[in-house]
C-alpha cells in the first residue's frame, strides 16, 4: 500500500510542477532580432531588471524587446490597464518574432439594473438622463434634432448594452464606447460611465479630437495631426451616483475615418481630478 501512495505524490508533485512552469511565460530573444509583444491594451508600465543588456520600447499597443548581449536572461514586468505579466526574457538561438499576451482580467460590464438619475442643468443646457423611462425611446423635444429614423435605431443600440472593447478606469469610475454608429449623414457616439466609487461623479465637459497616424516598418505609431472634433449635440446626465451608471450620446456630423485615425474621447470631472480618456480606433465605427 505504500509503494501506490508514493507513486500518487510523485505524480501530483509533478503536475505541480509542469502548473507552475506553465505560468512562467518566457520570451526568446535574439541579437540582431526584434521581438514584438502586443499587449491586449495599451501599456502603462514596461520595465525590465536589466536595462542595459536588453532594451524595451513600447508605442500604442506594442512592446519592441532586443537584448544587446549573446546570453542570458532577466525579469520583465508589465501593466496593461488592468492587466499585469510577469515574464522572463531569455538569450536563445531561435527568438519569439511576435508574443501575443492575452487578458488576465476580466472586461468591466454594466450593473445588472442601474438606478437612473434625475435630469440635471448645466447652465443653460438641458442633460437628459438616458436610463430614465422614456430615455430608450428618445422622445421628447429634446430629441427633435435627430431624425425619427435614427432615432428608431438609436433606441435598439441603447437598449443592449455589450461587453466593452474599448474603457477605461480611474478611482474606481470607468468610462466605455459601447456603439459608434453612422446613421445617415451623421455620426452617433453611445458611451456609459460606471461609477463604482462612493461619491458622485460630475461631468464638467467632455472633448473629442481625431488623431491620425503613421505606422514605421518597426510597428511603432507616429502622431501627424491632431484635430479638435465638436459635437453637434449631446444628451446625458451630468451627475452619476455612486455605484450607478449613465449613457450619453453625441451626434456629429459625418466624419471620414481612416485605418489610421484614433478617436479621443476625454471626460473630465470639472471640479475633481477623475479625468477618463479612452483612445478608439477609426475602424471601430459599425
Known amino acids: 500500500m505504500k509503494k501506490p501512495s508514493l507513486f500518487l505524490a510523485a505524480v501530483v508533485l509533478l503536475l505541480a510542477a509542469r502548473a507552475e512552469t506553465r505560468q512562467q511565460k518566457v520570451v526568446r530573444v535574439k541579437p540582431g532580432f526584434a521581438t514584438v509583444i502586443v499587449c491586449p491594451t495599451p501599456p502603462e508600465l514596461v520595465t ?13 499597443n506594442y512592446v519592441l524587446v532586443k537584448p544587446a548581449v549573446s546570453s542570458g536572461a532577466t525579469n520583465m514586468f508589465i501593466k496593461a490597464g488592468m492587466n499585469t505579466y510577469n515574464l522572463i526574457l531569455q538569450v536563445s538561438a531561435t527568438p519569439d518574432l511576435e508574443i501575443r499576451l492575452l487578458p488576465t482580467a476580466p472586461a468591466p460590464s454594466l450593473p445588472a439594473t442601474p438606478t437612473p438619475d434625475k435630469n440635471a442643468t448645466d447652465g443653460a443646457r438641458n442633460h437628459v438622463d438616458l436610463n430614465s423611462k422614456n430615455g430608450a425611446a428618445l422622445k421628447g423635444k429634446e430629441f427633435e434634432t435627430i431624425s425619427p429614423k435614427a432615432r428608431t435605431m438609436l433606441s435598439s443600440y441603447l437598449k443592449t448594452p455589450r461587453r466593452y472593447t474599448y474603457s477605461v478606469k480611474n478611482s474606481d469610475v470607468i468610462l466605455a464606447l459601447d456603439h459608434m454608429v453612422q446613421i445617415e449623414d451623421k455620426l452617433y457616439m453611445i458611451c456609459t460611465i460606471v461609477n463604482n466609487s462612493k461619491i458622485p461623479y460630475d461631468v464638467g465637459f467632455v472633448n473629442f479630437k481625431l488623431v491620425d497616424h503613421n505606422r514605421s516598418l518597426l510597428l511603432f505609431k507616429k502622431k501627424v495631426k491632431e484635430t479638435a472634433i465638436e459635437p453637434i449635440g449631446d444628451f446625458y446626465s451630468s451627475s452619476v451616483k455612486p455605484n450607478t451608471s449613465g449613457r450619453m450620446l453625441f451626434v456629429f456630423d459625418k466624419q471620414g475615418f481612416s485605418d489610421k485615425s484614433t478617436i479621443e474621447i476625454k471626460c473630465d470631472e ?13 475602424s471601430y465605427v459599425e
Open 48 to 60: 525590465v531588471g536589466n536595462s542595459q543588456q536588453f532594451t524595451v520600447q513600447s508605442s500604442g
Open 270 to 282: 470639472g471640479s475633481g481630478r477623475r479625468v477618463l480618456t479612452l483612445n478608439v480606433p477609426g
